[in-house]
């Protein structure tokens, strides 16, 4: 009878047992005599029986499974949230399906479309650099499950957020740039209808404020932040009058332009210190070493999982906004070290 047909109803035969008993000793009911579950279980073995997942998930409701939406899979830092998010999903016995919207707002949108269908129990998102409506979000919210954004925050009604404190380590780096001698800095923005660029970009202006050094707005780059930007941004860089510093809103962008530059005969940091964000593994090893804000990634992800299980279990947050910000580290290195 071997075979991955094998029922309740079979094991209950062979070993002329009612099947409700035989059921309760495969869920460990304390109902069933430890002596009866290992006579059962033992059967059920022997014969090959496999649980029916799915059907106990129709019948909880529940498919013991959580979303994870990330832009790109390939950048550490996500790669490391999702590996707290799977640390912490494990340990709660839930399976995590992961995706990519590869920052574009229609990818972002299907891939919740497909959430949404496979009923998975609740998803975590870090939201696309286009998106700026949130009707597949709250369409999901609808159905009566919790979503939950980290890293780049969603003002969403009915939310939460796990986040860092984008403008305070962003004024922090933009300082240790002034401290260095830098008074004609370039930020490398990202797309300001993200409220993380906005942030990041907010920080690097009340930077310059505080230290009475003027704002000017065609020294702000914006972009995607990718490396054929950090290219075309040093090139402009050149164009400008007197830059001796650069923020720039993710490491891509400023590992590409510092390349480009050195290629041209710029010294780094002596032309031009630079300070880029979100420490890629590269960022260390590259010459000079590139100065970088590091997010407490792996955190990020346990955190964010342990909230979303929280409002899984409960449903008690799916009325009340929350925040939750960690903390960032700036960490000095080679490309923007001028004094000692």
Known sequence: MKNNNVTIHDISKALEIDSSTVSRALNDSPRVSQKTKDKILSKATELGYQRNSLASKLRTNKTHSIGVIVPRIARQFFSSVIAGVEET?????????????MDDYEREK????????NRVDGV???VSMKTTHYDHFKEYQKQGFPILFFDRPCDLE???????DDFKISFQATEHLIEQGCKNIVHFAGPQNSELYKRRTNGYKASLTKHNIPIRENYILESTLMKEDGIQMAQQLLELPLVDGVFSSNDISAINAIQTL?????????????????????SAVIEPSLSTIKQPDFEM??????LLFEQINTKANL????????????????????KN
Do not use: H, W
Request: glycine share 6%; hydrophobic share 45%.
């Open 262 to 282: 050195k290629d041209k005969g710029i010294k780094i940091p002596q032309d031009i210190a630079f300070v880029g964000f979100s420490n890629e593994a590269v």
């Open 89 to 101: 999903a494990f340990n709660a016995g839930y399976d995590v399906i992961i995706c990519q919207s």
């Open 158 to 164: 009915n939310s939460t957020n796990v986040i860092i």
């Open 110 to 117: 299907k891939l919740m479309n497909t959430m949404l269908s």
């Open 319 to 338: 009325r009340i906004n929350q925040t939750m910000i960690l903390e960032p580290e700036l960490i000095i290195r080679d490309s923007s070290r001028r």
């Open 124 to 126: 975590l998102i870090s």
């Open 301 to 306: 992800g346990k955190v964010a999982a342990s």
